[in-house]
């Protein structure tokens, strides 16, 4: 593998709620091209056709000269996002999404097979999600096993052309030990018919660009596909935090919550887990609050035209719990919690201060849980996502968190993922854990 020159550049792609985003960086961390594709909010195919389809189209609007410098790419998607598919990587039927709770159907099988308190005691798990898949997929006889794969692991494989990996950031929620490197004995006993990924820590150079590919995008055949990572780690490390009690908030469509600890925690109850991340542990949940819930009432314009007209330092009487749809995941892990949205003030500004402060009290919850856990003591919250620009909702944030809250210097997924790329050339890594 040949070692990165500062004329490369490293391409980081970041497949999100609502949307997928491209960033390339040069060596010294400077974007030098972006670009985003929406999804479309009536799906017109299947999801994973659209998937490929949007990763093509978006490595084609990087212009030529940059395509042609790349290094390395790494990709992210959201996190228990997954799908099976066959030996050829075809799909097998309709990915699940990240918060599809189908899974809840399956939860006492997965009792009955994983510890206590484990992270994939969740509806929303990847293992409750293959469990439910498996239970529905009409399987030929002697068929082979189906392959598992989490959404950035299979539009990993459309570049590189290898199946049947991950990585443990994605491989959490199926039940890998993050600890131990390995998939657990109680995971292996339950025999599966399945073909479980193997797992690669994030960023590792797994392969070229595959040949064709590479030639119809005029990337260079020496380009590596690096194993990736999920949506909101890549939001963490965009910010480029490093210091345990340093915490990212990332308030897209959902709410997702990292504290960089020295303590791993975890407490299935309220959906908490710890992600690995080089020496140390990254803490925190998902919750299904978030900006989905603001957009079913606020277009972006509003949004901020009405947020400013809030004031942040006096407290919302509303006692809402903001949620697209019944369930929520972390801090209450509960697939059936309806929403609280009432009562709603016929002020449209007084319904939003209630709805964002809502949301920031689910985040306050969150980190005080990380907290009472035992986790490194929050010093600082960077936000990340759509949310990160409202600055009415970050002073309401920083009154109920008692931490500085500040914008990320990077708030895009895409950043952190670029980044991700870019350490896999350079091994001694640029991220100081
Ligand atoms: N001024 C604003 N204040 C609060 N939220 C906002 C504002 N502008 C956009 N948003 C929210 O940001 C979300 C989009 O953020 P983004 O990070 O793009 O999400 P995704 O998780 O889908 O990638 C939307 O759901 C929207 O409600
Ligand atoms: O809600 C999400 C979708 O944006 C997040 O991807 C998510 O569930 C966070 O998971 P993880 O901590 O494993 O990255």
Same mark, same amino acid.
């Given at each position: 593998?040949?070692?990165?020159?500062?004329?490369?550049?490293?391409?980081?792609?970041?497949?999100?709620?609502?949307?997928?985003?491209?960033?390339?960086?040069?060596?010294?961390?400077?974007?030098?091209?972006?670009?985003?594709?929406?999804?479309?909010?009536?799906?017109?195919?299947?999801?994973?056709?659209?998937?490929?389809?949007?990763?093509?189209?978006?490595?084609?609007?990087?212009?030529?000269?940059?395509?042609?410098?790349?290094?390395?790419?790494?990709?992210?998607?959201?996190?228990?996002?997954?799908?099976?598919?066959?030996?050829?990587?075809?799909?097998?039927?309709?990915?699940?999404?990240?918060?599809?709770?189908?899974?809840?159907?399956?939860?006492?099988?997965?009792?009955?097979?994983?510890?206590?308190?484990?992270?994939? *005691?969740?509806?929303?798990?990847? =293992? &409750?999600? $293959? @469990?439910?898949?498996?239970?529905? !997929?009409?399987?030929?006889? #002697? +068929?082979?096993?189906?392959?598992? *794969?989490?959404?950035?692991?299979? =539009? &990993?494989? $459309? @570049?590189?052309?290898?199946?049947? !990996?991950?990585?443990?950031? #994605? +491989?959490?929620?199926?039940?890998?030990?993050?600890?131990?490197?390995?998939?657990?004995?109680? @995971?292996?006993?339950?025999?599966?018919?399945?073909?479980?990924?193997?797992?690669?820590?994030?960023?590792?150079?797994?392969?070229?660009?595959?040949?064709?590919?590479?030639?119809?995008?005029?990337?260079?055949?020496?380009?590596?596909?690096?194993?990736?990572?999920?949506?909101?780690?890549?939001?963490?490390?965009?910010?480029?935090?490093?210091?345990?009690?340093?915490?990212?908030?990332?308030?897209?469509?959902?709410?997702?919550?990292?504290?960089?600890?020295?303590?791993?925690?975890?407490?299935?109850?309220?959906?908490?887990?710890?992600?690995?991340?080089?020496?140390?542990?990254?803490?925190?949940?998902?919750?299904?609050?978030?900006?989905?819930?603001?957009?079913?009432?606020?277009?972006?314009?509003?949004?901020?035209?009405?947020?400013?007209?809030?004031?942040?330092?006096?407290?919302?009487?509303?006692?809402?719990?903001?949620?697209?749809?019944?369930?929520?995941?972390?801090?209450?892990?509960?697939?059936?919690?309806?929403?609280?949205?009432?009562?709603?003030?016929?002020?449209?500004?007084?319904?939003?201060?209630?709805?964002?402060?809502?949301?920031?009290?689910?985040?306050?919850?969150?980190?005080?849980?990380?907290?009472?856990?035992?986790?490194?003591?929050?010093?600082?919250?960077?936000?990340?996502?759509?949310?990160?620009?409202?600055?009415?909702?970050?002073?309401?944030?920083?009154?109920?968190?008692?931490?500085?809250?500040?914008?990320?210097?990077?708030?895009?997924?895409?950043?952190?993922?670029?980044?991700?790329?870019?350490?896999?050339?350079?091994?001694?890594?640029?991220?100081?854990?």
């Amino acid at each position: 593998m040949p070692a990165a020159t500062s004329l490369h550049t490293f391409l980081g792609i970041d497949f999100g709620t609502s949307g997928a985003r491209a960033i390339a960086i040069s060596a010294s961390g400077e974007i030098v091209a972006q670009a985003s594709l929406p999804f479309p909010s009536v799906p017109s195919s299947a999801l994973a056709e659209i998937w490929r389809d949007t990763l093509l189209a978006l490595i084609a609007q990087i212009p030529a000269e940059i395509r042609q410098t790349l290094a390395a790419i790494a990709l992210d998607g959201t996190s228990s996002t997954v799908l099976l598919c066959d030996d050829a990587g075809i799909p097998l039927a309709e990915p699940l999404l990240y918060n599809d709770a189908r899974g809840a159907a399956m939860l006492d099988q997965v009792t009955a097979i994983a510890p206590p308190q484990h992270t994939v *005691l969740s509806a929303t798990s990847s =293992l &409750a999600k $293959l @469990l439910w898949l498996l239970s529905t !997929l009409p399987l030929a006889q #002697n +068929a082979p096993p189906p392959h598992l *794969l989490h959404q950035a692991d299979w =539009l &990993a494989f $459309l @570049l590189h052309g290898r199946l049947g !990996l991950s990585d443990y950031h #994605n +491989a959490l929620k199926l039940g890998y030990d993050v600890g131990a490197l390995r998939y657990p004995d109680w @995971l292996l006993a339950a025999n599966l018919p399945v073909q479980l990924p193997q797992i690669n820590a994030p960023g590792t150079a797994i392969a070229p660009i595959l040949p064709d590919l590479g030639d119809r995008l005029g990337i260079p055949a020496t380009c590596q596909i690096c194993a990736g990572t999920t949506d909101s780690i890549a939001a963490f490390l965009a910010s480029g935090a490093s210091t345990p009690g340093q915490a990212v908030t990332s308030l897209g469509s959902t709410l997702v919550l990292k504290l960089l600890s020295t303590v791993r925690v975890e407490d299935a109850a309220s959906g908490i887990y710890s992600h690995r991340l080089g020496n140390l542990w990254l803490v925190g949940g998902a919750s299904n609050t978030g900006g989905a819930v603001l957009r079913q009432f606020f277009s972006d314009a509003e949004l901020a035209a009405l947020s400013a007209q809030i004031d942040p330092s006096r407290p919302s009487p509303q006692d809402y719990y903001p949620l697209p749809k019944p369930g929520d995941r972390f801090p209450i892990n509960d697939p059936n919690l309806p929403p609280c949205l009432e009562p709603r003030p016929d002020n449209p500004v007084e319904f939003l201060h209630g709805l964002l402060e809502g949301i920031a009290r689910i985040e306050a919850l969150g980190y005080r849980r990380l907290a009472d856990l035992g986790a490194t003591p929050l010093r600082e919250v960077l936000t990340a996502g759509g949310g990160a620009q409202n600055e009415v909702w970050t002073n309401v944030r920083s009154r109920l968190l008692q931490v500085p809250v500040l914008p990320s210097p990077h708030t895009e997924a895409a950043y952190g993922t670029a980044r991700l790329a870019r350490a896999a050339l350079q091994p001694d890594g640029d991220f100081g854990f």
